[in-house]
């Protein structure tokens, strides 16, 4: 089952104007255009929003707009270098799929196919991608779909920011679609238009052969293309300072075991490439590209840059079962994604000193078969509020802050939410009685506190008068509770002054 995202960058030419508009020295206070040549003559390409305000649109002839906004500041296209931008772009999104092209000029075509699982599923690796592209000030539609054709389509057609659609139900909503989203020429949809077709469903349902004859056999290449009739190949992109190794067959291979012995193969030229270059691998993407065209993808991630060939090897093979050879593959490409300088340890400085234990290689391999996302650690972060004075990090990661020194202890669990108990105390400042939590009432037999936490009133005006007086209490059981109490106990501005259980000490 093949999956194709379609990422869509809808304000990609006037992100230009935005720059220039927003950094120049001093900024740009004037109409600014984009304009480049169209057939015979310049015409507006992008617009900032001081000229949509008078009038001018994409598309008008630039000698109007200059007559109709006098002063209007012009900038000419260089759609080299935004073609140039998109590339690296794509580059950048090969941390989401090995699979990665350009899709002038305004857009990304991404197979994540078997990649999906890797970041929590199809829709929150669609929300993920939007994410970052907005962080980079990238305005950006995904859609996820069987085919190329159908998911570039629903990306810049159906007015959604991200769209999942299941496998093998492209069809219906493909028939809503204006006949633009086929990809079809300006002049052709204006012909079909004339002819009275305004959907794709009309064209679907149409014989072939008058359509052909009149406009040509583009319209059933995209409709076929669409719908998954015809393959439209992703032509991954790579950059040439990436360490890779490829391999050619005269005859096309199909056994997992001669899949194997080549993968191996490659991963020895690789690991020399990257030994010559001082850097180890933190990812590596192993293309099958088969007989018909199509490609095969498999990923493996590494918590540490590692340059090992028999434990790279392992990892690829691992993965072998997931690949489907078809007619047979005729070539196979290894490359490393992402590296990282390596630099040569001493494991022991001498013979009665112990080596550390190395769990990376095991690290490595629960989190290329449950996802990385699932393998972390918890580390402290300075905060008073408990719930925030931990982290999740990378299992190996070294950026590790350290946590604020209480001089009350802490519970060995802390519950993910306070969860509500009833209890019966005397205010302001007693602990409670007994208390019931989970339908079961306990019995305070010792108690110390109060410590009182405040909120982070920096981060939040909400937060400048709330209060937590915490208490640590043992039942007569011998169990031992950490408890609070939401506000100081006189107040009610400082809370609600209902209970809580927090933690559970050992």
């Avoid at 003559?41 to 008078?54: P, Q, T, V």
């Avoid at 008008?60 to 906004?69: D, G, T």
Wanted: hydrophobic share 45%; aromatic share 6%.
């Amino acid at each position: 089952m093949v999956r194709v995202v379609s990422l869509y960058l809808p304000r990609w030419p006037t992100d230009r104007l935005r720059r220039l508009s927003g950094t120049a020295t001093p900024p740009i206070d004037k109409p600014l255009v984009l304009a480049g040549r169209d057939g015979g003559r310049r015409s507006i390409f992008a617009l900032d929003a001081n000229a949509s305000k008078l009038g001018l649109s994409v598309g008008m002839a630039l000698a109007k707009a200059q007559a109709l906004v006098p002063g209007l500041v012009v900038v000419d296209a260089d759609s080299r270098g935004d073609g140039e931008a998109l590339e690296r772009l794509a580059l950048w999104a090969l941390r989401f799929s090995p699979v990665v092209m350009a899709d002038p000029p305004d857009g990304l075509i991404i197979d994540t196919t078997g990649a999906d699982h890797l970041h929590g599923g199809e829709a929150v690796m669609l929300t993920s991608m939007v994410q970052r592209f907005a962080v980079a000030g990238l305005e950006a539609c995904a859609a996820i779909a069987d085919t190329r054709g159908a998911a570039h389509a629903f990306a810049r057609f159906t007015m959604r920011t991200t769209l999942v659609v299941p496998p093998g139900e492209s069809l219906p909503l493909l028939r809503r679609l204006p006949l633009a989203a086929l990809r079809l020429e300006p002049q052709t949809v204006a012909g079909l238009q004339t002819l009275g077709f305004e959907r794709i469903g009309d064209l679907i349902d149409q014989p072939r052969a008058p359509l052909t004859q009149r406009f040509g056999p583009e319209i059933g290449r995209r409709i076929d293309e669409a719908l998954g009739r015809s393959a439209e190949p992703v032509d991954p992109i790579r950059s040439p300072d990436l360490p890779q190794a490829r391999r050619v067959f005269a005859e096309p291979i199909a056994a997992a075991e001669t899949i194997a012995r080549y993968t191996e193969k490659l991963v020895t030229a690789l690991c020399a490439d990257m030994e010559t270059k001082g850097v180890g691998a933190r990812r590596l993407d192993l293309l099958f590209t088969r007989v018909d065209n199509s490609i095969q993808a498999v990923r493996v991630g590494l918590a540490q840059p590692v340059r090992d060939v028999k434990r790279l090897t392992r990892l690829l093979c691992d993965k072998i079962e997931t690949v489907d050879p078809g007619f047979g593959i005729e070539l196979m490409t290894l490359v490393a994604s992402a590296t990282e300088l390596l630099e040569h340890r001493q494991a022991i400085s001498s013979l009665v000193e112990e080596a550390d234990p190395d769990m990376s290689d095991l690290v490595d391999i629960l989190a290329n078969r449950v996802g990385a996302q699932r393998i972390y650690r918890y580390a402290s972060v300075e905060s008073d509020v408990p719930e925030r004075s931990v982290m999740r990090v990378s299992p190996f990661s070294s950026q590790v802050t350290a946590g604020w020194k209480a001089s009350w202890p802490r519970p060995s669990r802390l519950l993910q939410h306070p969860e509500p108990i009833e209890t019966m105390a005397l205010l302001p400042d007693h602990p409670p009685v007994s208390f019931v939590w989970r339908g079961m009432r306990r019995r305070v037999r010792r108690a110390d506190g109060p410590e009182r936490i405040f909120g982070e009133w920096w981060k939040r005006d909400a937060e400048m008068i709330a209060v937590r007086d915490y208490f640590r209490v043992e039942d007569d059981a011998g169990e031992r509770f950490w408890i609070f109490r939401a506000g100081n106990g006189e107040d009610a501005d400082s809370g609600s002054h209902d209970w809580f259980l927090h933690g559970i000490f050992a």
